[in-house]
């Protein structure tokens, strides 16, 4: 039986992934970026000794921009510590330092900027460095799928071999058989056609074997084989022991599906959904069919659009969030620094840029005050932090499934409401 082991939450594995695409574009105008792999149990006394030290040696570097870059940057993660009382359970990692405004601003428009991860696992090793781009490899492994099941969807005329894992189905390679129909040509004695359709189908079984071992060995390391088909071809493949004795021991389940091949590969996921149940993208399927039923029933416990949401979490009657990964938009809270007048808006990812500057440049309704206070927030952080004060979950929906579509026809966000 597969190991389970402990499942990110949708919303950790969603800050990292977009930290890793933010941060994985950034360049730095010297050897000046820093970054930070704390694992857990390392004190952080001893990560603040370490970074004294290199804020020491940093006063030899020549360059004077470069070395003001590096030393602001220590200083800046060694007050960030300071925030902390100790190591959190994971560890922590973070990544500082002076970044121009946007690719090719001229030099001394940088300012200083710091990003921290919590991850979902244990950062499992100290690393310290300082370059011209951030070292991000070490996150990037962490969000890598831990479990991924391999799929066989074979029968007569083809197999097709995929994998699924957290919210994917992938089809990856599909093998046709060659096989000869049912019936023979004329002339041919019933034998001869007998024999050779064995071979035929033998060599088709060790084919299908090979391709296996490639996809299931060399380009993925599965934990796990679910084998389905129509027709009894599956039970032959699998009772004849072509495939490598690791594949073969390693079968969670063998389920009936009408299609095999390419078709087959997702009609046999959703027949195997008690073995995948903690797969994310069997998670997602039933809160997106919960969704969808919900709002077909019409009984009133289920909101969509944005501004329901906002008002169904403002009024504390929201059980949990659903909303896509990609629905990009940008929390806007504009309060007047006399009055005090707190101003709201969402815009889209695109529109970003200009409505800052509308925000920033308008004055107050009600004081007419140039003097305002702009905090901007990722919706979807915005959302957090508003369900956290009432109790409520979060559920990012990935949009590459085809459940994650579904509800992103219907504006990428709803929830479910309490009463
Ligand atoms: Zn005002």
Redesign the pocket.
Known sequence: MVHMTSKADSVTLYRMRKILVELSTKKGSGTELVSLYIPPKKPLYDVSSYLKDEFGKASYIKSDSTRKHVQDALVKIMQRLKLYKETPETGLAIFCGALPPNPGAPPGSESMELYEVIPHKPIPSYLYRCDDHFHLEILREMIKEEKIIGIISIDNNEAGLGIVSGSRIDVIDVVTSGVSGKHRAGGQSARRFERLRETEINNYFKRVARHSKKVFFGQYEIQGLIVGGSGPTKDYFLKGEYLDYRLQDNVLTVVDTSYAGREGIRETVEKSEDILQDLRIIEEKELVKNFLSDISSDKGLVVYGIDEVINSLDMGNVNTVLVSEDINRIYFQVT?K????VKESIVTQDSLIPEKQKLISEA?S????NETELIEKDLIEFLVDKAMEIGAKVEVISSKSEDGVMFKSFGGIGAFLRY
């Open positions: 007047c006399r009055c005090g007048v107050c009600e004081c007419n005050s």
